[in-house]
């Protein structure tokens, strides 16, 4: 579920900066050559930034997926005591 938000927000990201690069080319007050090079400026800029984002995501995906993994291991080792308790109290019974 996560994972479909961060592709939507980034799918607006790049949205967002495609119609930038629109309205700059419409409203560019430059000559023709120095408002390219702006553009190509900005969507270098507007890339760089969404590569950036795109990789904090993963990098905070994968800070995530590990916590995930120890807390799992731990529930596991702690299951196992239990059990082994239990079995413990049993025997001791009969």
Known sequence: MNRDRNLEMLAWMAGGVVLGAVVALLLAPDAGSR????????A?????????????????????????REIAEDTAKLLEKISRIAEKKV???F
């Not at 408002?35 to 900005?42: D, F, G, I, N, S």
């Open 91 to 93: 025997e001791d019974r």
């Open 35 to 42: 408002t390219r090079q702006k553009l190509m400026e900005q």
């Open 44 to 68: 270098g800029e507007g890339g760089r930034s969404l590569l950036g984002s795109s990789q904090d995501i993963l990098t905070k995906g994968r800070e995530l997926f590990e916590q995930g």
